[in-house]
C-alpha cells in the first residue's frame, strides 16, 4: 500500500505531530469526504505501508525533524516539494522563494535527489504571470535545483466550478491546447538542460508535446525508493490519463493554511477567504486524535483499511 500525505493538505507543514502520532500508534482514521459517515482505519505498519508518498509546500519541519520521522515511518517515504513563481497574491502563506530553494536543496541533501520530486504546479495565466514569466523563473529555478531532483511533474489549473468565478475575478484565464503545449514542451527542455525529467500527469496536452507520461505518485518513482513494484494506473496509456500508482490518502479538505488562491482544497467561508483554511475545522486540530482536525460521530460506520504488500522490484542492472 502506498500513503499519501497528502493531496488534501499540507501534513508535513502544518500537521507533522498528529502524523508522528499515527505513525506510532500504527493507525489513522480518515473520513471519505464524498459519503460524510463512512470512516476508513487505515492501518500504517511496516506490514501493510510500503511506501509514503508526502506533499508539501514547505518540508522546513521534516527536515528538521527527519530523525523522528525516520523513527517512526513505517517505510521509505520520498516528498513532493511544489515549487511555484508566484507572489504573496497568489500564494499568501509562504516563505521567500529564496528560503525555500536553499530548504528543497537541505532536503535533497537529507533524501538524495530521487527522493525529492519537484512540483512546479498549477501553472496559471493571467495578469503578470505570462508565459515568458514561467519560462524565466522555471528556468531560474532549475539552474538552483540541478543536481538536487531528477524529476519535474507540471499541470495547468483546472477550473473546477468552485474556483472558476473566483480566478476569473482575478484576472486568470483558461489555457488553450494549444499554448499548454508549447509551454510544456519549452519547460521540458529548460529541465532537461539541467538534468531534470519534466513529466506531466492528466492532461492531454502535455501528452502531446511529448512529455514523459509520467504520474504524480510515480510507479517508477515508487520503485527506486521502496523497491517494490507499484501498480500502474489503469488505462494511463490513454492520452490525458491519470497515471498516478493507487495510493489511500490520510488528509482532511478545508485544514491548510498555505492560503492559495487556487486551491480546490480550501473552497474558503465568509470567516476565511477563499484559499485560507476554514478557522473552525483548525480548532478542532488534536495531534492526539486518529483523525485529523475531525472527530468520530455516532452514526459513523468504521472500515478497517490494509491492503496486501507490494511485489518487490526486479533487481536492477543500470
Not at 508565459?131 to 511533474?153: D, K, N, V, Y
Not at 493507487?246 to 480550501?266: E, H, K, R
Amino acid at each position: 500500500m502506498i500513503v499519501s500525505a497528502s493531496r488534501r493538505t499540507d501534513i508535513p507543514r502544518f500537521h507533522f505531530d498528529w502524523l508522528l502520532g499515527r505513525f506510532e500508534e500504527g493507525f489513522a482514521l480518515v473520513r471519505n469526504p464524498a459519503v460524510r459517515t463512512r470512516v476508513s482505519r487505515v492501518i500504517l505498519s511496516p506490514d501493510t505501508v510500503d511506501c509514503v508518498a508526502f506533499w508539501t509546500k514547505d518540508p522546513s519541519v521534516l527536515l528538521a525533524r527527519k530523525t523522528e520521522l525516520d523513527r517512526v515511518c513505517p517505510s521509505p517515504y520520498f516528498v513532493q516539494f511544489t515549487l511555484n513563481a508566484y507572489g504573496a497574491d497568489v500564494e499568501a502563506g509562504l516563505p521567500r522563494k529564496a528560503r525555500l530553494l536553499e530548504t528543497f536543496r537541505s532536503l535533497a541533501d537529507a533524501l538524495g535527489p530521487d527522493r525529492v520530486v519537484w512540483r512546479y504546479s498549477p501553472i496559471l495565466l493571467g495578469g503578470a504571470y505570462d508565459i515568458a514569466h514561467h519560462m524565466q523563473w522555471f528556468e531560474a529555478f532549475a539552474a538552483r535545483l540541478e543536481g538536487s531532483t531528477r524529476t519535474c511533474r507540471i499541470s495547468f489549473l483546472d477550473m473546477y466550478p468552485k474556483i472558476a468565478g473566483r480566478m476569473a475575478a482575478l484576472g486568470f484565464v483558461g489555457v488553450p491546447e494549444e499554448a499548454k503545449a508549447a509551454l510544456a514542451l519549452r519547460l521540458a527542455e529548460l529541465g532537461a538542460a539541467r538534468g531534470i525529467e519534466v513529466g506531466g500527469c492528466g492532461d492531454g496536452a502535455l501528452d502531446d508535446a511529448g512529455l514523459a507520461r509520467a504520474g504524480c505518485i510515480d510507479a517508477a518513482v515508487v520503485e527506486r525508493v521502496a523497491g517494490v513494484r507499484a501498480k500502474r494506473a489503469p488505462g494511463g496509456a490513454r492520452r490525458g490519463a491519470c497515471r498516478c500508482s493507487p495510493s489511500v490518502d490520510i488528509g482532511t479538505y478545508d485544514t491548510c493554511a498555505n492560503g492559495c488562491v487556487y486551491c480546490y482544497a480550501n473552497p474558503g467561508t465568509s470567516a476565511a477567504p477563499c484559499g485560507a483554511a476554514d478557522p473552525w475545522r483548525l480548532r478542532r486540530y488534536d495531534p492526539a486524535s486518529p483523525m485529523l482536525c475531525d472527530e468520530l460521530a455516532p452514526d459513523d460506520t468504521v472500515e478497517e483499511c490494509a491492503s496486501a504488500k507490494l511485489p518487490e522490484a526486479p533487481p536492477r542492472l543500470f
